[in-house]
């Protein structure tokens, strides 16, 4: 007969639940963004087991996609590029598996040209999240769950998430935005060294207000679809999510507004915050002649507030680790900003666990 306790000896040493009722794993991620989920994978091919935790409704962390009706927005991250062949080889086999494609090899700019290089930019074929959710789709991922409380104790980590449930960790890595990880430490009255608590606390982000908006009737860009105003206020970035390949639906557009207008009107109304975004938007909006548009009319939008976009000051290495009980710190703030930081950070914080647990 199958009793409780015959079933906790048949699971594996990390998966034992104790008669206290606290969950074991030998890494706990905080984090389903590409980082966690990139060092979870890293971590498991090793050998080690190894559960992640995400406070949002699926995974990807920045790497968002979401759907209104039958449009699709990419709102976070839109692209990225590959610099260092140690990502390169990752993305070769997303590509080979098709969870990724080249979109184009440049963006309109301010002026409206298009300039191109040789230098691939790659997004998801169903969207930025679609690579997450491919990461994710064979490890022990728990969504709609935040960590709330971590305690360290001799041999480990106790981490408490907000449903009350009690985990017991011999390692943890931490991969959200630095000051929610410093937050979360600090929770359970663990003290980080001066020196490392100093380098985190250096750690900053711009903030990024991302619209969602479907325009009436038929509105488009330019192919490939995009412009990108480098440093550019209020509006940085435009996308025809259409034209991109990612929304079925035509006319639905990311607007993204500079780090000093996202400051500036951080608390200001979504209707003021879309309307002026799309007046500024819309110079660059064609119609299916690709003529130029006056006063494009906005159907249903959305508003998303990203607190931690990218940072603007990072750290030296591609993580930072602390010996015991042992933690490592982890995301695009080391790795560097963008979405291969956050994969190579990834990638070393998964070398260090594995060198810390041995
Ligand atoms: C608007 C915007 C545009 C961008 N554009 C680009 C671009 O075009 N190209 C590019 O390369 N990069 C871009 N980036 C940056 C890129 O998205 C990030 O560098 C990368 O996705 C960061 O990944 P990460 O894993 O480090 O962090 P995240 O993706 O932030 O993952 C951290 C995760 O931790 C979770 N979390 C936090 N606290 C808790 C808790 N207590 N319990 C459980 N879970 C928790 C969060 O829900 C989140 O999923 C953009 C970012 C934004 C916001």
């Given amino acids: 007969m199958i009793t409780p306790a015959s079933l906790r000896n048949l699971l594996p040493d990390e998966f034992r639940v104790s008669d206290s009722g606290t969950n074991?794993?030998?890494?706990?991620?905080?984090?389903?963004?590409l980082a966690g989920l990139v060092a979870a994978r890293e971590l498991r091919r090793r050998g080690v087991g190894v559960v992640v935790f995400d406070k949002g409704r699926g995974a990807g962390g920045r790497l968002a996609t979401r759907r209104i009706g039958d449009a699709v927005f990419d709102h976070g991250a839109q692209f990225f590029t590959v610099r260092e062949a140690e990502f390169g080889r990752h993305v070769d086999e997303w590509?080979?598996?098709?969870?990724?494609?080249?979109?184009?090899?440049?963006?309109?700019?301010?002026?409206?040209?298009?300039?191109?290089?040789?230098?691939?930019?790659?997004?998801?074929t169903s969207g930025m999240a679609g690579i997450a959710k491919s990461l994710a789709a064979d490890l022990d991922v728990r969504t709609g769950v935040r960590v709330e409380s971590l305690v360290a104790h001799e041999g480990g980590w106790g981490v408490t998430t907000d449903?009350?449930?009690?985990?017991?960790?011999?390692?943890?890595?931490?991969?959200?935005?630095?000051?929610?990880?410093?937050?979360?430490?600090?929770?359970?009255?663990?003290?980080?060294?001066?020196?490392?608590?100093?380098?985190?606390?250096?750690?900053?982000?711009?903030?990024?207000?991302?619209?969602?908006v479907i325009f009436a009737g038929m509105v488009t860009l330019p192919a490939p679809g995009a412009v990108?105003?480098?440093?550019?206020?209020?509006?940085?970035?435009?996308?025809?999510?259409?034209?991109?390949?990612?929304?079925?639906?035509?006319?639905?557009?990311?607007?993204?507004?500079?780090a000093d207008f996202s400051r500036a009107h951080w608390e200001a109304d979504d209707e003021l915050i879309v309307a002026t975004l799309t007046r500024h938007a819309e110079k660059f909006l064609r119609d299916t002649n690709g003529q130029p548009?006056?006063?494009?009319?906005?159907?249903?939008?959305?508003?998303k507030r990203w607190r931690y976009s990218k940072p603007t000051v990072t750290y030296t290495e591609r993580c930072l680790a602390v010996q015991t009980p042992p933690l490592v710190f982890a995301g695009d703030a080391f790795g560097g900003a963008r979405v291969e930081g956050?994969?190579?950070?990834?990638?070393?914080?998964?070398?260090?666990?594995?060198?810390l647990l041995l």
């Fill in 95 to 124: 590509l080979r598996a098709g969870v990724v494609r080249e979109w184009c090899r440049g963006f309109a700019h301010g002026d409206g040209a298009l300039r191109a290089d040789a230098h691939p930019r790659y997004c998801g």
């Fill in 228 to 258: 990108q105003i480098e440093g550019g206020e209020p509006v940085y970035w435009i996308a025809d999510n259409n034209c991109k390949g990612v929304s079925p639906r035509s006319s639905a557009f990311t607007i993204h507004a500079g």
């Fill in 163 to 212: 449903a009350g449930v009690n985990w017991r960790a011999a390692s943890l890595l931490l991969t959200p935005p630095v000051p929610q990880s410093l937050a979360l430490i600090e929770s359970g009255g663990f003290t980080l060294d001066a020196e490392t608590k100093a380098h985190l606390a250096r750690i900053a982000y711009d903030p990024c207000i991302a619209v969602m």
């Fill in 293 to 303: 548009l006056e006063n494009a009319q906005v159907e249903t939008q959305q508003v």
């Fill in 342 to 355: 956050a994969a190579l950070s990834g990638l070393a914080a998964a070398e260090q666990l594995a060198t």
């Fill in 24 to 33: 074991r794993v030998t890494c706990l991620v905080v984090g389903a963004g």
